[in-house]
């Protein structure tokens, strides 16, 4: 099997996954279903809390992805991986010394793994049309948009599906403008609190 193939193989598998587990997705690949368009064309990005960054992204990155930023807060940072006609990958951690204390990543990683997605973003047109059809739909949001109106990225997750009284997945709605492609540090720590399920 070359390398595109297995990547899609592990892409196809991972996200079959974390739709099968997580309501909101489901709910959503039910109704991209119903126009044909499916769910895998719509992921923006996916994402993956470890213990260690390099570790956690190694089966992305020998199939393929390659290193593009770094982002950092007061108790986790980030690296984000891209490969041509993928989504881009997120991978996540607490900081290793004093500063990731406070993080809520290594409970989740020491309750679900890092083989796992913590939530897969689907880019939108319109999020405020996108998520009032997915609330007629049942899905719950936590928290408000975030990003300005006419920004270029605008965000919002579902409530956290729980497991065994924990937040496991998220399904994140992405609408970007300007052809923006990155992340915007203060909108991805105020997702991050957002998906602590209280």
Same mark, same amino acid.
């Given at each position: 099997?070359?390398?595109?193939?297995?990547?899609?193989?592990?892409?196809?598998?991972?996200?079959?996954?974390?739709?099968?587990?997580?309501?909101?997705?489901?709910?959503l690949k039910s109704m991209l279903n119903e126009t044909g368009v499916?769910?895998?064309?719509?992921?923006?990005?996916?994402?993956?809390?470890?213990?260690?960054? +390099?570790?956690? %992204?190694?089966?992305?990155?020998?199939? *393929? $992805?390659?290193?593009?930023?770094?982002?950092?807060?007061? +108790?986790?940072? %980030?690296?984000?991986?891209?490969?041509? *006609? $993928?989504?881009?990958?997120f991978v996540d951690q607490a900081y290793p010394d004093e500063r990731g204390k406070t993080s809520i990543i290594p409970g989740w990683v020491n309750k679900f793994g890092d083989k796992v997605f913590h939530h897969v973003a689907v880019r939108v047109e319109d999020i405020e049309q996108a998520v009032e059809r997915l609330k007629q739909k049942g899905v719950v949001f936590a928290g408000n948009i975030v990003g300005a109106r006419g920004g270029h990225l605008r965000q919002i997750f579902s409530s956290p599906e729980m497991v065994d009284g924990q937040p496991f997945t998220v399904l994140e709605l992405a609408e970007r403008h300007r052809g923006y492609l990155g992340f915007l540090p203060p909108q991805a720590d105020t997702l991050m609190k957002s998906s602590t399920g209280r």
């Open positions: 099997m070359d390398d595109t193939h297995a990547l899609d193989h592990l892409m196809e598998h991972m996200v079959a996954d974390y739709v099968a587990r997580n309501q909101a997705a489901g709910i499916g769910f895998w064309p719509v992921i923006d990005h996916v994402t993956i809390r470890t213990h260690d960054i +390099d570790r956690g %992204a190694e089966p992305f990155v020998t199939l *393929g $992805y390659r290193y593009d930023e770094t982002l950092q807060y007061d +108790d986790w940072y %980030a690296k984000v991986y891209r490969k041509a *006609g $993928y989504p881009g990958l």
